[in-house]
């Protein structure tokens, strides 16, 4: 069965930094696009950022650019990203998603078909 599962939420202060994590089981995962979402109370989903399968071509929202990096271990079967620079408007749910499909809006979650559960972010004094 094919699953993923984020980890690596929790409570930070201002200016802090995580990593979350999104390991994949049931299916191997460089060979899928991967995305970082997340979703804050009461907003859409929003794509975060983005790594391809393969060559690793990754793109970021303007928001997070310079703040957010995200990376892939293929052994370990699992995406990550890295936060710096929190800021209180990162409150958000966090998902990680898997896609293959060829040609895409690699920021638009209508595009990926599997999705993790999420893990919850909180940025607060």
């Known amino acids: 069965q094919l699953q993923l599962v984020e980890t690596g939420g929790g409570l930070v202060q201002p200016g802090g930094s995580l990593t979350l994590s999104c390991a994949a089981s049931?299916?191997?995962?460089?060979?899928?696009?991967i995305g970082w979402f997340r979703q804050a109370p009461g907003k859409e989903r929003e794509g975060v950022s983005y790594?391809?399968?393969?060559?690793?071509?990754?793109v970021y929202a303007d928001s997070v650019k310079d703040r957010f990096t995200i990376s892939k271990d293929n052994a370990k079967n699992t995406v990550y990203l890295q936060m710096n620079s929190l800021k209180p408007e990162n409150t958000a749910d966090f998902y990680c998603?898997?896609?293959?499909?060829?040609?895409?809006?690699?920021?638009?979650?209508?595009?990926?078909?599997?999705w993790g559960k999420g893990t919850q972010v909180t940025v607060s004094s």
């Open positions: 998603a898997a896609t293959n499909r060829s040609e895409k809006d690699t920021l638009k979650a209508y595009e990926y078909d599997y």
């Open positions: 049931g299916f191997t995962l460089e060979y899928y696009d």
């Open positions: 790594i391809s399968r393969g060559r690793g071509l990754t």
